[in-house]
């Protein structure tokens, strides 16, 4: 089954500042990539997702890219507020499910400091 | 639109009973997914239905077991449960269809002691 790889596992930023984080995946049959954003005490929260005959895709801060090539794929999110503080999680799922199974990594901290 | 809800939002139970947890879909959306989250983990999938029929499942043994009703809301059932089943139950919605979104709910805390 398909294996996705997230980094780094936290990240601190200053307020204003980029936050990159970074996914790899295993199965080059797959073909849909989106993040969740889970906070403390919820579920995780779709916030951007990208297919594979894209190469990027943004919305306000949040920007996702596709290397279909490297199988890696990245998100963005600029201009860091103390309200991006969750957990991220990539995922991945491939064209010959029919399920939708999503293979989550395992995920990356992010605080945004004042 | 209404959202994913699930219930309870958290459970104590001791090793070797029985737990039933409950999924109500996202209005419109016809499939629902099962996850489970260990801490610190991402979710792992258990099984998915659509049209009231288990649609393929994951690495998780039969003692998980599940159900969807003509309204598409969904149960999770677990036997004979044993202390790794220690964990945030997700549900997610979505409709029929490969790259179609899934949404989540904010999940069930399964405790076993």
């Known amino acids: 089954g398909e294996n996705v790889e997230q980094h780094p596992s936290t990240l601190s930023v200053q307020e204003g500042d980029s936050a990159v984080i970074k996914c790899t995946y295993s199965d080059s049959a797959s073909n849909y990539f989106p993040w969740y954003k889970q906070e403390l005490g919820k579920g995780p929260q779709l916030i951007i997702d990208?297919?594979?005959?894209?190469g990027e895709k943004k919305d306000q801060r949040i920007a996702v890219t596709l290397n279909k090539t490297a199988k890696h794929f990245s998100l963005h999110i600029t201009e860091t507020q103390p309200e991006d503080s969750a957990v991220y999680f990539c995922a991945a799922r491939d064209r010959g499910s029919t399920l939708g199974r999503l293979y989550f990594g395992r995920g990356t901290q992010l605080t945004v400091w004042p | 639109e209404t959202g994913v809800t699930q219930s309870p939002t958290h459970l104590i139970k001791t090793r070797g009973q029985q737990v039933t947890l409950r999924c109500s879909s996202q209005s419109g959306h016809n499939t629902v997914s099962w996850y489970q989250q260990a801490l610190g983990q991402g979710p792992q999938f258990i099984f998915q239905y659509y049209r009231e029929e288990e649609n393929g499942r994951g690495n998780f043994p039969p003692r998980f077991s599940g159900l969807q009703f003509p309204n598409y809301s969904s149960e999770l059932n677990v036997n004979a449960l044993e202390l790794d089943d220690s964990a945030l139950y997700l549900c997610?919605?979505?409709?029929?269809?490969?790259?179609?979104?899934?949404?989540f709910g904010d999940g069930t805390r399964l405790s076993i002691l």
């Open positions: 990208i297919r594979s005959n894209v």
């Open positions: 997610a919605s979505s409709l029929r269809g490969v790259e179609q979104p899934q949404h």
